[in-house]
């Protein structure tokens, strides 16, 4: 009955458990010598009783009967176990691989030590990571198709072989998969359009969150529910021009930020928290908003006309320190600073634009450069230091902007060669990826040469 054979399978874990850790067990997998094909457990001064009946079932969900011996060898052992798996639908599995040579000074202290080792879990459980026999186990135990559906799917795992080999996640892509997402990216996009104009933003953003498309649109939607139910609660009709941008961003000072002209919803609040910050908004807000964009814009022109630099908030600084930095360079340049044609013609500042990235004073304390060519500043540092900053790194800068524009002219080239050749409707780099430009080229050089060798060989 079910009760005795689940004892058996009880009483078989635990004598594997005990052959593993036995001295010729644990020679095998840690010291590097080689196990005497003739030597039995018999003769390690280990006993375990001589066979054990155990079950395994079968991809089907019959349930097929097989028999080990313990006391035999390492390598007889281990083919057993190999033999009752692939017998019971694993296919593809390899003998059990021989342990490494190693020389004999550091062979002979390993021996000793693997011998005196106590019968220890941990290396019960090592033998098994290594050789898939966990995995083996609780298959057999979990009943057939629901553990597989429990399996982990290491497909999308950056961190795995598996996740890492393109080739590998090419060969294994579901069409059906593809068409399904495609649906949910459209059924997302739709969402955040009705969102988009029942509220007024100017645009939602919550692609920072990792959801999924699916997931996505059902947030949305639950944000449209509540625009139904609560629209004359609202303090405003219209949310225009803040944008709306949903993640987790718990370091925010405020839900309502007037200098970003950002709304911030945190996905795990309830729709009834989102309605106390919506209705945190007036009209009193939007005209703050709009004195506070203005006041940026008539700032930034005045840095503009002054150092020939394009401004750009960066992903650390606040809307409220950005704006300070600003006004605070502007009025330095009108007071204080120097005119530029004054200044010696070997910095080169007129030259051409640079950009200026501005982050968090914790962030950046002095300027640096980026590879794009961009000149990153802390929002604390004032006028002369960026002036003096600017004419220090402006020609080095320039020299980064033209290979940036030459890595750029080279990665569209062979994007456009790879969608032509690979029938691929899109290639694109993320620009928050910490993959370079280089890199995308070469690894795109690389599938084109596969995919050569592959048709010279069908031709």
Same mark, same amino acid.
């Given at each position: 009955?079910?009760?005795?054979?689940?004892? +058996?399978?009880?009483?078989?874990?635990?004598?594997?458990?005990?052959?593993?850790?036995?001295?010729?067990?644990?020679?095998?997998?840690?010291?590097?010598?080689?196990?005497?094909?003739?030597?039995? %457990?018999?003769?390690?001064?280990?006993?375990?009783?001589?066979?054990?009946?155990?079950?395994?079932?079968?991809?089907?969900?019959?349930?097929?009967?097989?028999?080990?011996?313990?006391?035999?060898?390492?390598?007889?052992?281990? #083919?057993? @176990?190999?033999?009752?798996?692939?017998?019971?639908?694993?296919?593809?599995?390899?003998?059990?691989?021989?342990?490494? #040579? @190693?020389?004999?000074?550091?062979?002979?202290?390993?021996?000793?030590?693997?011998?005196?080792?106590? +019968?220890?879990?941990?290396?019960?459980?090592?033998?098994?990571?290594?050789?898939?026999?966990?995995?083996?186990?609780?298959?057999?135990?979990?009943?057939?198709?629901?553990?597989?559906?429990?399996?982990?799917?290491?497909?999308?795992?950056?961190?795995?072989? +598996?996740?890492?080999?393109?080739?590998?996640?090419?060969?294994?892509?579901?069409?059906?998969?593809?068409?399904?997402?495609?649906?949910?990216?459209?059924?997302?996009?739709?969402?955040?359009?009705?969102?988009?104009?029942?509220?007024?933003?100017?645009?939602?953003?919550?692609?920072?969150?990792?959801?999924?498309?699916?997931?996505?649109?059902?947030?949305?939607?639950?944000?449209?529910?509540?625009?139904?139910?609560?629209?004359?609660?609202?303090?405003?009709?219209?949310?225009?021009? @803040?944008?709306?941008?949903?993640?987790?961003?718990?370091?925010?000072?405020?839900?309502?930020?007037?200098?970003?002209?950002?709304?911030?919803?945190?996905?795990?609040?309830?729709?009834?928290?989102?309605?106390?910050?919506?209705?945190?908004?007036?009209?009193?807000?939007?005209?703050?908003?709009?004195?506070?964009?203005?006041?940026?814009?008539?700032?930034?022109?005045?840095?503009?006309?002054?150092?020939?630099?394009?401004?750009?908030?960066?992903?650390?600084?606040?809307?409220?320190?950005?704006?300070?930095?600003?006004? +605070?360079?502007?009025?330095?340049?009108?007071?204080?600073?120097?005119?530029?044609?004054?200044?010696?013609?070997?910095?080169?500042?007129?030259?051409?634009?640079?950009?200026?990235?501005? #982050?968090?004073?914790?962030?950046?304390?002095?300027?640096?450069?980026?590879?794009?060519?961009?000149?990153?500043?802390?929002?604390? @540092?004032?006028?002369? %230091?960026?002036?003096?900053?600017?004419?220090?790194?402006?020609?080095?800068?320039?020299?980064?902007?033209?290979?940036?524009? #030459?890595?750029?002219?080279?990665?569209?080239?062979?994007?456009?060669?790879?969608?032509?050749?690979?029938?691929?409707?899109?290639?694109?780099?993320?620009?928050?990826?910490?993959?370079?430009?280089?890199?995308?080229?070469? =690894?795109?050089?690389?599938?084109?040469?596969?995919? =050569?060798?592959?048709?010279?060989?069908?031709?």
């Amino acid at each position: 009955d079910d009760a005795s054979v689940r004892k +058996r399978q009880a009483s078989l874990m635990q004598a594997l458990g005990d052959r593993f850790s036995s001295p010729d067990f644990l020679s095998y997998q840690a010291s590097g010598l080689r196990v005497d094909d003739h030597e039995t %457990a018999s003769n390690t001064n280990v006993q375990f009783n001589g066979h054990h009946t155990y079950y395994l079932q079968r991809n089907d969900g019959r349930s097929m009967k097989h028999t080990i011996r313990l006391n035999d060898t390492v390598l007889k052992v281990l #083919e057993q @176990m190999t033999k009752a798996l692939a017998a019971s639908g694993v296919a593809g599995l390899p003998k059990p691989p021989p342990p490494p #040579e @190693m020389p004999t000074d550091v062979a002979w202290k390993r021996n000793a030590e693997a011998t005196n080792a106590t +019968r220890t879990g941990s290396a019960a459980s090592e033998f098994n990571r290594m050789h898939g026999i966990i995995w083996a186990a609780s298959r057999a135990s979990g009943g057939g198709t629901e553990a597989r559906r429990q399996e982990i799917d290491h497909k999308y795992d950056v961190n795995s072989n +598996r996740g890492s080999s393109l080739g590998g996640f090419l060969l294994d892509l579901n069409l059906a998969d593809i068409e399904e997402r495609k649906a949910s990216r459209l059924d997302a996009t739709a969402a955040a359009l009705v969102a988009r104009r029942a509220y007024g933003f100017q645009s939602i953003d919550g692609t920072g969150m990792g959801w999924s498309s699916a997931s996505l649109a059902v947030l949305l939607s639950s944000l449209m529910a509540l625009h139904d139910e609560h629209k004359s609660a609202l303090q405003v009709e219209s949310f225009y021009p @803040m944008r709306l941008v949903i993640s987790y961003d718990d370091d925010a000072t405020t839900n309502v930020d007037l200098y970003g002209g950002v709304i911030r919803l945190h996905p795990a609040a309830t729709p009834i928290q989102w309605l106390e910050i919506l209705q945190g908004v007036t009209e009193e807000s939007l005209a703050e908003l709009d004195k506070n964009q203005r006041a940026l814009r008539a700032n930034a022109q005045r840095v503009q006309d002054g150092v020939n630099v394009k401004l750009k908030r960066g992903l650390t600084c606040p809307s409220i320190e950005y704006h300070t930095f600003v006004k +605070r360079l502007a009025t330095w340049l009108d007071d204080d600073g120097e005119p530029l044609e004054d200044r010696a013609a070997s910095s080169a500042v007129a030259l051409s634009r640079l950009q200026l990235v501005v #982050e968090a004073d914790q962030a950046c304390r002095r300027a640096r450069l980026n590879k794009d060519g961009s000149i990153r500043v802390g929002s604390g @540092m004032d006028g002369s %230091a960026i002036i003096n900053s600017l004419s220090r790194l402006s020609q080095e800068a320039r020299g980064r902007v033209a290979e940036r524009k #030459e890595e750029v002219t080279r990665a569209k080239e062979v994007i456009a060669l790879a969608r032509a050749k690979l029938g691929l409707s899109w290639v694109y780099h993320e620009t928050k990826s910490t993959v370079t430009l280089p890199e995308l080229v070469k =690894s795109l050089v690389r599938l084109l040469k596969i995919d =050569s060798l592959r048709n010279q060989e069908v031709l």
